[in-house]
């Protein structure tokens, strides 16, 4: 089966190493444009520059928790 994500924006979180990584290669190597978010700097920018995507320094981790706590009251118990 031949994937083809061209046209695509991907967002890949933790995309700088492991599973993200791979995630990142996956669909930059399918044409897909890739934003990678990752804490470390230094490794996010590198994966951009190797697979031409775009890289965003940001612990997602503690979004998320704001997220979280900020929309935690929007549902009912």
Known sequence: MDLDFAGCLI???GGASGIGASCVHFFAARGAR???ADRNERAALEMARTTG???ATIDVAEEAQALIA???GAWPP
């Open 11 to 13: 967002v890949v979180t």
């Open 34 to 36: 890739v934003v990678m």
């Open 53 to 55: 995507g775009l890289a």
């Open 70 to 72: 900020h929309r935690s």
